[in-house]
């Protein structure tokens, strides 16, 4: 079935470095991908999506570029801030509607 | 962005009793919602996606019987926990299917944490 692997953390960085959380799924055709985030004692919000394949979605400096010959869709943003401190999930759309999601990653930026 | 809110954001309850829980679409109709249970530091899991009108679709190993979900307008979908038990605690995520054109997002509600005494 679906599936979604995503990298295991928690990742520790020092504000302004730079960040990579890697993703990768398994899906029948071409789901659209999306990226969410979950800020401590708060729900999940959407940070970016892409729809086909080469789309490039972007959010507040977030990058993510929805590669089909690797079936990835690796999250990266160029200087990381403390307020970017929270859990990240990687959720490429399910067949029915559904989004299949990551364990997610936990992010920390140390000031 | 649109807004999904859920009622109550947290619950405690005795072994045995029921809760319900109310997911709504604010801005917006949702002919499909989504219901998922995320456990401690773990990932959401898909419970069933519920349908306006029509009998809510339950992945494999989720009882029906037990979380019994109702979507009877094309703002509010809910969850009823029945007879809860300790290992029903959890913290329950619904999110709501807005499609516009050819676009489709989903909104997800800020969660309710159940805790079964």
């Known amino acids: 079935g679906d599936s979604v692997t995503q990298m295991e953390g928690p990742v520790t960085l020092s504000e302004e470095a730079f960040l990579t959380i890697n993703c990768t799924y398994t899906?029948?055709?071409?789901?659209?991908l999306f990226w969410y985030v979950q800020y401590p004692g708060e729900g999940l919000q959407l940070l970016l999506k892409?729809?086909?394949?080469?789309d490039k979605g972007s959010n507040k400096g977030f990058e993510a570029t929805y590669r089909k010959e690797t079936t990835s869709f690796h999250l990266e943003k160029g200087s990381v801030q403390v307020s970017d401190s929270a859990v990240y999930f990687c959720?490429?759309?399910?067949?029915?509607?559904?989004?299949?999601f990551g364990k997610g990653t936990k992010l920390s930026v140390k000031p | 962005g649109a807004v999904v809110s859920q009622h109550p954001s947290r619950v405690i309850c005795k072994s045995g009793t029921s809760v319900k829980i109310e997911c709504r679409s604010l801005?917006?109709?949702?002919?499909?919602m989504f219901w998922y249970r995320q456990f401690p530091k773990q990932s959401l899991m898909l419970m069933a996606t519920?349908?306006?009108?029509?009998?809510?679709?339950?992945e494999q190993g989720v009882e029906k019987d037990k979380f019994l979900i109702n979507h009877a307008s094309l703002t509010l979908s809910t969850l009823t926990v029945t007879s809860a038990h300790p290992e029903d605690s959890s913290f329950y995520i619904c999110?709501?299917?807005?499609?516009?054109?050819?676009?489709?997002?989903?909104?997800f509600g800020p969660g309710t944490r159940l805790l079964v005494l």
């Open positions: 892409a729809t086909k394949a080469d």
């Open positions: 519920s349908n306006e009108g029509s009998k809510a679709t339950y």
């Open positions: 999110s709501a299917r807005d499609l516009v054109g050819a676009e489709e997002t989903q909104y």
């Open positions: 959720a490429p759309a399910g067949s029915g509607g559904n989004l299949i």
């Open positions: 801005d917006f109709q949702a002919t499909t």
């Open positions: 899906a029948t055709g071409y789901p659209s």
